[in-house]
């Protein structure tokens, strides 16, 4: 049976791809222009030549003029032919350079190189069943998922996220015992430990090296923070008024052993906040940029994560939130509902 092929079709898929190639591409561009200090060269430095940004970042003039063009072909930058000179723009210059900002770009951009670095493994993995250890990931895959969660955190935790749930602040002000599961380097433990410093703050993490990393961060700090190697299923203390949950649930193996543990280690009263990828209960409703994104790194980063450790429940980076209510559910809990969301993340209050 012969198909007909509409061709106007096929090279609309072409061109697609094209485009796509090219932003791969741009995202080990990014990666290089954040660590060779390009974007902070050239934010509010005006009209900028390949020259002055080599002279400004001791590198060399080949790389830099090859590196504006394509991030002036991307939109990244402004490019005049008359002075063939380049401009930072002010919006590109916030989401490049400030890493305070909520926008700030470059963490997104290195967790997803560090992914990619990876694919033959994901390969061989997805041939055989196997999974891939948080350990086994490249090292921007640590660095950069620090770094792009931070500014959300930073901008949306003690502003919105807390204040959603019920009574938490209060206790949190007056002194509460908080347990901070999958905490990685520390960015959530830090920060709500220095908001409330009347309260105790204890996170922990399967991977040693994020133990050691968010220990030195939180003495950096000055702030009371005590962190610990465990997984979710086995994290010490008990009597805990919150338990957080930042973006992890997912990764974990054996999600419903985490929330039984959780379960048993609250306080009659206490709260866990479980912030997890913004997602749709079905397919249809994550078919979008976003979706795409985070169905990505599902394939090549969480769901291998899961599938390396115990049970490997593989839930996927677009769980949503019935299958979340379902892991609670599984472990005793009787109460769930969205608390707050942000356009990449939801959160959800979980009670006894």
């Known amino acids: 049976m012969t198909i007909a092929i509409d061709n106007d079709k096929l090279m609309g898929l072409v061109f697609q791809a094209v485009g796509e190639v090219g932003a791969t591409l741009n995202a080990a561009l990014v990666v290089m222009g954040d660590r060779l200090g390009y974007y902070h060269a050239l934010a509010g430095a005006g009209p900028t030549s390949p020259a002055e ?3 400004r970042t001791n590198t060399s003039e080949h790389y830099t003029r090859e590196w504006l063009n394509a991030q002036a072909a991307g939109g990244y930058v402004e490019y005049d032919p008359e002075t063939d000179r380049y401009v930072l723009p002010p919006e590109q210059a916030v989401a490049l350079t400030d ?11 290195q967790i997803a190189l560090g992914t990619v670095h990876n694919t033959t493994q994901t390969i061989e993995a997805a041939r055989s069943g196997a999974g891939i250890g948080w350990n086994e990931q490249d090292s921007d895959v640590h660095i950069g998922c620090e770094r792009f969660f931070r500014p959300s955190y930073n901008a949306n935790l003690l502003s919105s996220w807390l204040p959603a749930l019920d009574d938490v602040v209060g206790k949190l002000e007056r002194g509460a015992r908080v347990a901070d599961i999958g905490c990685g380097h520390g960015s959530s433990t830090i920060l709500m430990a220095e908001a409330f410093p009347n309260s105790t703050f204890i996170g922990s993490d399967y991977h040693p090296e994020s133990i050691e990393t968010a220990r030195a961060r939180a003495a950096e700090a000055g702030v009371k923070a005590e962190f610990e190697v465990a997984p979710a299923t086995q994290y010490s203390g008990s009597g805990f008024d919150l338990v957080t949950t930042f973006d992890a649930l997912h990764d974990m193996g054996d999600p419903v052993g985490a929330a039984r543990r959780v379960r048993e280690s609250l306080a009659p009263d206490g709260t866990w906040m479980v912030v997890e990828p913004m997602a749709g209960d079905r397919v249809e409703d994550n078919l979008n940029p976003i979706g795409r994104a985070y169905y990505g790194f599902s394939t090549l980063l969480c769901t291998p994560g899961s599938l390396s450790q115990d049970v490997g429940l593989a839930l996927g ?6 299958r979340i209510r379902d892991v609670t559910t599984a472990a005793g809990f009787t109460r769930f509902r969205t608390a707050a969301e942000t356009p990449f993340n939801l959160v959800f209050e979980v009670r006894p």
């Open 53 to 55: 940004l080599a002279e």
């Open 99 to 109: 890493s305070n900002s909520p926008a700030f770009l470059p963490g997104f951009f």
């Open 317 to 322: 980076t677009q769980a949503g939130p019935a």
